[in-house]
């Protein structure tokens, strides 16, 4: 997703900052991002590497699409050091992530899911939610969700979509969210292409009233990863603006980058 979101901000005609924090192996490497060589820094580097980029390129915003391991390292390396981030990343725990950078004062929009349309249908069920508060109660919720096979934890669209469901009256424990993460049930069970076993989202949401007359069915399957890199964009270019402009507010998230009109297409 970095590579994506880096060719992303290329495309968009931003400057990308020729260093990326990457895991220790490969630090050292260039890539090539749209014609940008970008050199990974080791983690032991990476303060460093933030001194220099604060002189050569100000206002740089972070972005980050890293691990659920490593996840809280890394907000809280950006908190205390004051670094404008995006976290695309999920899982960790999210209630430190959304403490430490409040506290910190830094600005960050930290969002499970950047793709645009699919936040709206996010934005959708929490706006249901707040008006039916309930509405679903005493019906059944079942979730299955299909990621790529390197998918270290459950979808963080899945869990942030549940959480809107529970305050509709559904009782449902994360732990029941049912994870496909091989290849033949992908294809088989969840009709994903095979050509995006190694780059997927598809999810379904099944709500039953308890005899079984009524069913509803929410589903967003995403392809590729080109949604998530453009609305990445977004975000940086809206944080970027909020700083630019000294707001108050300085913790986002991607219903507000969407409520603000702040997406290019
Ligand atoms: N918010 C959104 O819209 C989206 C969120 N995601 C989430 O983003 C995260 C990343 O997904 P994805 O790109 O598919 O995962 P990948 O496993 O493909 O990439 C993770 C990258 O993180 C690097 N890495 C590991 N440790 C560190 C570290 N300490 N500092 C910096 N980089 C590190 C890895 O490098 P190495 O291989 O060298 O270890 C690897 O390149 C996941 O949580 C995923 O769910 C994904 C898509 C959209
Ligand atoms: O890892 C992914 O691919 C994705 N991760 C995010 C999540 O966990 O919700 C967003 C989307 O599902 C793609």
Do not use: W
Not at 13 to 31: H, M, N
Not at 243 to 254: D, F, P
Request: aromatic share 6%; hydrophobic share 40%.
């Amino acid at each position: 997703m970095g590579h994506a979101a880096a060719e992303a901000a290329v495309r968009a005609g931003l400057t990308l900052v020729p260093f990326s924090y990457g895991g220790p192996t490969e630090s050292g490497r260039a890539v090539d991002v749209g014609g940008v060589q970008v050199t990974l820094v080791h983690p032991d580097e990476k303060l460093d590497v933030l001194h220099r980029v604060r002189e050569e390129y100000p206002g740089t915003v972070m972005v980050d699409y890293t691990l659920p391991s490593v996840v809280n390292g890394n907000a809280t390396f950006y908190s205390e050091n004051s670094v404008p981030f995006v976290m695309g990343t999920t899982g960790g725990d999210r209630d430190k992530i959304m403490r430490e950078a409040t506290e910190s004062g830094v600005y960050a929009v930290i969002a499970p899911n950047m793709g645009k349309q699919i936040v709206a249908l996010q934005t959708m069920l929490e706006l249901m939610a707040a008006q039916f508060p309930g509405c679903l109660s005493g019906y059944t919720l079942r979730v299955v969700e299909s990621h790529q096979a390197t998918k270290a934890d459950a979808s963080g669209t899945a869990i942030a979509n549940i959480h809107s469901f529970q305050r509709m009256g559904l009782e449902f424990d994360l732990s029941n969210i049912e994870l496909v993460r091989e290849a033949a049930e992908q294809i088989g069970r969840m009709q994903v292409p095979e050509d995006a076993l190694n780059g997927h989202a598809f999810h379904t949401y099944t709500v039953t009233s308890p005899d079984g007359s009524v069913t509803l069915e929410f589903k967003h399957n995403v392809v590729g990863r080109r949604v998530y890199a453009e609305g990445t964009v977004d975000a940086a270019l809206f944080l970027a603006s909020k700083i630019g402009e000294g707001a108050e507010k300085r913790l986002y998230n991607m219903v507000d980058v969407l409520s603000g009109g702040n997406m290019r297409s």
